[in-house]
């Protein structure tokens, strides 16, 4: 397969009406694992996640595998609420995820707050407007409903369902999801 290009666009800091989007650094890595090292966070995600996770597992995780490719095809945003220090979640989109483009996480005690809407609002008029993309694909384990939730409110439609292996090993299924650009304005005018 030809080697893809690479755009480089530095991780902007974007800003919404409740919340600040600024790039993850290391600086993240105290606030990102108090709030991230959480079962009932990390049984969601991908099964490549570790679990138990490792101490130190997300400084490390930051420093290696986040900082050396922010802004090459990958942006990784911590959430941070105006006025608070300390990321209480992320968002983290890419530009050649296999299944999905997006991923995202919220400390549990910001859950119901309307904090990941928000920020995927902003993140999407960033992939669309600025990045130049003209379909974004994403998964959530079957039964993953705050995930799916968010999908549905920000105008991705379902297109299919496939096995899927997450933390959770009661989770063997996912659903994929697409927002191509002329949807997302659609859903902006709408
Ligand atoms: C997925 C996840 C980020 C969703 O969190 P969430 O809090 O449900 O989503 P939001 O922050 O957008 O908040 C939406 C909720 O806030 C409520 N809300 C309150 N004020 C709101 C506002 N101003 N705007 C939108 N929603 C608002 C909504 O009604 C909704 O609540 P409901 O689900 O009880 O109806 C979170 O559950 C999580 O981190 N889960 C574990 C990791 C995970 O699953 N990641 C995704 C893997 S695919």
Not at 47 to 69: C, M, Q, S, T, Y
Not at 76 to 95: E, F
Not at 100 to 111: A, C, I, V
């Amino acid at each position: 397969m030809s080697r893809r290009n690479t755009t480089d666009v530095p991780v902007p800091t974007l800003v919404t009406e409740r919340l600040i989007l600024r790039g993850i650094t290391e600086a993240d890595a105290e606030p990102y694992e108090r709030h991230f090292v959480d079962y009932e966070v990390i049984r969601h995600l991908s099964a490549e996640v570790p679990w138990p996770f490792p101490a130190g597992g997300v400084g490390a995780f930051i420093r290696d595998r986040i900082v050396p490719v922010q802004g090459q095809d990958r942006w990784v945003w911590g959430l941070h609420r105006q006025g608070v220090d300390g990321v209480i979640g992320a968002i983290d989109l890419r530009r050649y995820g296999e299944r999905k483009n997006r991923g995202f996480w919220l400390g549990r005690e910001f859950w119901g707050k309307g904090y990941m809407t928000e920020a995927v609002i902003r993140v999407n008029d960033f992939a669309f407007d600025e990045l130049g993309f003209e379909r974004l694909v994403f998964a959530n384990a079957v039964g993953n409903e705050r995930s799916r939730n968010v999908k549905l409110r920000t105008g991705a439609r379902l297109v299919g369902v496939a096995p899927g292996a997450f933390v959770d090993p009661a989770y063997t299924r996912q659903e994929i999801w697409e927002l191509t650009k002329e949807q997302w304005l659609a859903w902006r005018g709408r």
